[in-house]
DNA sequence: AATAATAAGTCAGTGTTATTGACATATATG
DNA sequence: CATATATGTCAATAACACTGACTTATTATT
């Protein structure tokens, strides 16, 4: 979609409409989360576990602080799952170089190992889907949900090809 | 994007483009369900009252097991909150006209109301990033979120314009 | 050097949403 | 009549979140 045509864009679509991209929304979400719960089990980890694992996988060396505001939940919610997950070896914590009160996570190897394992299924889905959809209807994808965040910005694309 | 060019799409992604995709979901759905809470604190109501009440009001006469197998969780998980629904008169019951052991669910006008007041900004944010986005990633958006479902024909599109 | 602010962690209590398992009731079907 | 189905309920439990209050270590400010 180029800047010329951005012009033409309806700018009307039915209560009907939206309601209909909020239900995609709700059923393609509770499918792609569904799935790495039976791993998880096996660890007697849960959502929480996954998601911390995820994105301390995908920022080497966060803070605490800044891993909180990504995830929007309270210190005490992260705590109990994040000190679980460096007791028992996934998660690394050691002191900031400058400011020696922050605490930096990184994945440990077998953090890293988890990360692949939970995360397989969820590539294969999203690649059976972009394969399915075609190029032009990722960007689509991409479009739509970027706009859809509160702070876009706060996405950080690591890869385009 | 046509059948002929169906062949040409590139079948590969890397795992670094597939976790961007991943993120974006998790990113877009935080912001996307975390705007309601407000108004259901109002009604002591949480998530998953909002759940129920959108999708008896888009499946008005729902069975209480056709509402099950939808929202995937257990019957005990719906009962507390359907019932908290049906006894503030949000959510009416009648029995099933052939099969008298039916439930079937409907929303009251209090419960129309409700769902109005709780999907509008929603509607709006949804509205906005497909203003945005444009129509063509639009198209994007329900391909690849279509594929990404267990089952897409769950997904019953009320209206296409 | 003293004070204030920040980063992280912890203790205690609470609430929502989900789970499993067992069982009850009404109705429908073979 | 026996069995299956649709719904509802009781009890116990767990995951994951919250609020509020407080501590410790470290850094920044005055």
Redesign the interface.
Known sequence: ?DAS??ET???N????????????????????I?EPDAILDDFDFGRAHH?VI?FVG?NPNITVSDLLSIL?ITKQSLSRVLSQLVREDFINQEQGPTDRRQRLLSLTEKGYALEEKL?AH??S??????????????????????????NPK??K?????
């Open positions: 979609m045509t951005a864009f309806r700018q679509y039915s209560d009907a409409e939206l309601r209909d991209a909020m239900e995609l929304l709700f059923f393609s979400y509770r499918d792609f569904g998601r995820h995908r929007k995360s969820q590539r889905r999203i690649a059976k889907a972009f394969n399915q959809a075609g190029p032009e209807a990722v960007d689509g994808f991409y479009q739509v949900l970027l706009n859809m965040m509160n706060e996405f694309r690591r890869e385009t090809s």
